[in-house]
């Protein structure tokens, strides 16, 4: 196998009970020994350790104090996977102090981080808790937005959503949706400012509001809802904002994707609060809070070329002005008109000829990665990563299905001059021999990298120093790091995916762990 100087193997083990500890042992020619050692337990537990292609080694299994052990007459089972590295690796360490599936409840926990977003030399996180099978507990707190201020410092609890509960004792306010940066330079009176940045974030609640929470300039939190529409009498779900300066106009907005909606507004500096407009931006014919009849979930937007784009059944383009108006410019064979998910991550970056282009994942009938040039003579779409065929073969297992991008890729530079694509991704691989709830997701987590030239290449996410390995199934964010004393390319990545859970449901599954690259 030459698949580069140095890959990793992980094992899975479905230990007997009675196990009282083990290592895997690989051994090389040279007669050097890599282990890794498995806790009592049961159920699948596993670890990975690094070897070198090419290398014929042997391996055996042994008891904790090292005596030779038979797996056929303990019990124990064993399967191993290669894990394909890309040119470049990172090491990985849990960041956020979250203890997988620990039973207890604190104020680090979840069962999903949804969101990283670096401010202002600070990196901020968002949690929610989808199957969570605490939820109706009442010392459970609500979703929180955490704050790490160094590398080396404590993550803190900046602000906690409304405790409030509804009848059916679960919080109203079960997870915070999004978390993404503005900075404005104008207010609505159009007149410049100095920039003025905050954090906004939608939520999935039990209210009847279109629920918006800002973090304002001077670092306060407050409820900034979408005011009430006769169309959404049960509001809707804001799951991602952007920012656009108006061609024709000249006003500086920020946008908000619902369910088929979207809605803009300005900011209000004297209050800093975001003055939401009346009418929405965009209405499709079905809106509303989990509406089946739905068509368009806005998962992303992206300003590409002095234009704004969103992603939701289709890719769309904004026509600017006093009568603004929203255009297809890109779609694909819908499977199920009924809440799709469609397209997410819309991200501008550079294309093959040095264009300006729109790329986004697209999860439906297929799972495809698309890329949109925004030519002269006008957009052109085309597919350009079959990606359960290409996870399939890397993998060596089937893949059916998978999410990429949940929120938006990032543009990582790769210390050259041709910058990568990074977007993370759950798998679902019903042959796996472990998985994760009722649909078969992979416990694996990594993401793609996409260089300038198109080459696809993948980086498995994994500490090696966490027992028994959580089950991370998905990476939903990827962020820089914005702290000066971490290496160059540092990343802070996070996930979770808790929709269709075991039967018992989820309880501190969020995840957030820290990568320093490694040369190879």
């Known amino acids: 196998n030459a698949l580069g100087a140095q890959v990793?193997?992980?094992?899975?083990?479905?230990?007997?009970?009675?196990?009282?500890?083990y290592k895997i042992n690989l051994t090389d020619p040279s007669g050097h020994t890599n282990s890794i050692s498995v806790p009592q337990g049961t159920g699948?537990?596993?670890?990975?350790?690094?070897?070198?292609?090419?290398?014929?080694y042997s391996w055996s299994v042994s008891s904790s104090n090292g005596t030779v052990m038979s797996p056929a007459s303990q019990g124990t089972s064993f399967t191993c996977q290669v894990l394909t590295p890309p040119s470049t690796g990172f090491s990985w360490t849990q960041s956020l102090p979250i203890t997988y599936e620990d039973p207890s409840i604190g104020i680090f926990g979840g069962t999903e981080l949804r969101a990283i977003v670096p401010l202002n030399g600070s990196l901020y996180a968002v949690n929610g808790y989808l199957s969570e099978s605490d939820i109706t507990d009442p010392t459970l707190p609500a979703p929180m937005v955490y704050r790490l201020d160094s590398p080396t410092g404590p993550w803190k609890v900046e602000y906690e959503l409304p405790q409030t509960r509804a009848d059916n004792g679960k919080l109203v306010y079960s997870t915070l949706s999004t978390l993404q940066?503005?900075?404005?330079?104008?207010?609505?009176?159009n007149v410049a400012i100095p920039p003025a940045d905050v954090l906004v974030s939608?939520?999935?609640?039990?209210?009847?509001?279109?629920?918006?929470?800002?973090?304002?300039?001077?670092?306060?939190?407050?409820?900034?809802?979408?005011?009430?529409?006769?169309y959404l009498p049960s509001g809707t779900q804001i799951r991602s904002f952007g920012q656009h300066t108006d061609a024709a106009t000249g006003k500086q907005m920020i946008f908000a994707g619902g369910d088929d909606v979207i809605f803009s507004g300005e900011y209000n500096s004297t209050k800093q609060k975001i003055k939401w407009n009346s009418l929405a931006d965009f209405l499709g014919p079905n809106p509303g809070k989990n509406n089946n009849a739905t068509q368009a979930r806005f998962t992303s937007f992206a300003e590409c070329g002095g234009k704004l784009y969103a992603a939701g059944d289709s890719i769309y383009e904004r026509q600017d002005g006093s009568q603004q108006s929203w255009n297809v410019i890109y779609s694909l064979p819908l499977k199920n008109k009924n809440n799709p998910r469609g397209f997410s991550g819309l991200t501008c970056a550079t294309g093959p000829s040095g264009q300006l282009a729109l790329f986004a994942s697209y999860k439906e009938?297929?799972?495809?990665?698309?890329?949109?040039?925004?030519?002269?003579?006008?957009?052109?779409?085309?597919?350009?990563?079959?990606?359960?065929?290409?996870?399939?073969?890397?993998?060596?297992?089937?893949?059916p299905s998978a999410i990429l991008a949940y929120n938006d890729m990032i543009l990582y530079p790769s210390g050259s001059s041709c910058p990568s694509l990074l977007m993370g991704f759950k798998l679902d691989e019903p042959n796996a021999p472990v998985t994760w709830g009722t649909n078969n997701k992979y416990t694996g987590v990594g993401f793609l990298a996409r260089d300038c030239k198109g080459n696809y290449t993948v980086q498995w996410v994994e500490d090696p120093s966490v027992f028994s390995a959580p089950e991370l199934t998905a990476l939903r964010t990827i962020a820089p790091s914005p702290f000066a004393s971490d290496p160059p390319g540092t990343l802070y990545v996070g996930g979770m995916d808790a929709g269709n859970p075991p039967t018992s449901g989820a309880h501190n599954t969020a995840w957030l762990y820290k990568g320093v690259p490694v040369a190879h």
């Not at 779409?381 to 399939?392: H, K, Q, R, T, Y």
Request: aromatic share 8%; net charge negative.
């Open 181 to 189: 940066k503005i900075t404005f330079t104008k207010d609505n009176n």
């Open 44 to 56: 699948a537990l596993s670890g990975i350790m690094t070897v070198t292609p090419g290398t014929q």
């Open 8 to 21: 990793q193997m992980k094992w899975n083990a479905v230990a007997d009970p009675h196990v009282t500890g």
């Open 365 to 399: 009938l297929t799972v495809d990665i698309v890329r949109v040039d925004l030519l002269p003579s006008g957009p052109l779409g085309m597919i350009e990563l079959d990606v359960p065929n290409f996870m399939s073969t890397l993998t060596n297992t089937n893949v």
């Open 202 to 230: 939608g939520t999935f609640s039990q209210s009847g509001a279109t629920d918006v929470f800002m973090r304002s300039p001077s670092g306060a939190w407050s409820y900034d809802p979408i005011p009430a529409e006769t």
